[in-house]
């Protein structure tokens, strides 16, 4: 069955850095969109970041750009969330989370989440 | 980006009765090439990451009960229950992925009257 364990979530001051890791086992990783969705403190879900299958094309959300890098090794199974200058609006759960073969579309798998904290 | 907006905040519902849960896009959400709407449903329980209800507005994913609906189209929207079970106390978010990027209602929170 899909699988997706993240980890590598901390405490860390802000302007620190922070790397997070997921997983993947069950499917074939390299053909999914992947995207990492995260929650702040009894907050909605937001959008983070994705990046495609085999080009790996990615994007983010305005509040992350230029702080924030996405990758993905296909022959590892794994993605990754490189995450720079954090701040403490950046606190939350961190859920890597599964889209579409050709798309991101809807997430169909998800992680169990990796909690992040930005604190001094 | 698209602005999904969720009504109620949060409702409370007897066990048995129906609850119905709306979610409005800012702008359209229908895929012409295919007619279909690109909004999907999730379910989040305490402690839990969120799970895949239902996808194209109303499509439920594989292992969902029947008793959970996704209707509407274009820019409304509509999840019901038809009989809440005690199990189905969660937060229900939808989402659109019609345009990049893709983008949440606030959730609504579902308890039991």
């Known amino acids: 069955q899909v699988q997706l364990v993240e980890s590598g979530g901390g405490l860390v001051k802000p302007g620190g850095s922070l790397s997070l890791s997921c997983a993947a086992s069950g499917f074939l990783f390299r053909d999914f969109y992947m995207t990492w969705i995260r929650q702040s403190p009894g907050k909605g879900l937001e959008w983070v970041s994705d990046?495609?299958?085999?080009?790996?094309?990615?994007k983010y959300a305005d509040s992350v750009q230029g702080r924030f890098t996405i990758s993905r090794d296909n022959a590892k199974n794994s993605l990754s969330l490189q995450m720079n200058s954090l701040r403490v609006e950046d606190t939350a759960i961190y859920y890597c989370a599964r889209g579409l073969p050709g798309a991101v579309g809807w997430l169909d798998s998800w992680g169990q989440g990796t909690l992040v904290t930005v604190s001094s | 980006d698209i602005v999904m907006t969720q009504s109620p905040d949060s409702l409370a519902v007897s066990l048995g009765e129906r609850a119905t849960i709306n979610c409005k896009s800012s702008q359209s959400v229908v895929d012409n090439s295919n007619n279909k709407n690109n909004l999907t449903w999730y379910q989040q329980k305490p402690g839990q990451p969120p799970k895949l209800l239902i996808y194209w507005a109303s499509t439920r994913e594989s292992g969902v009960p029947d008793r959970f609906s996704g209707s509407g189209s274009g820019t409304d929207f509509t999840l019901t229950i038809s009989s809440l079970q005690a199990e189905d106390v969660a937060v229900y978010y939808c989402q659109q992925h019609y345009s990049p990027p893709i983008t949440f209602g606030q959730g609504t929170r579902l308890e039991i009257k």
């Open positions: 990046i495609s299958s085999y080009t790996s094309h990615t």
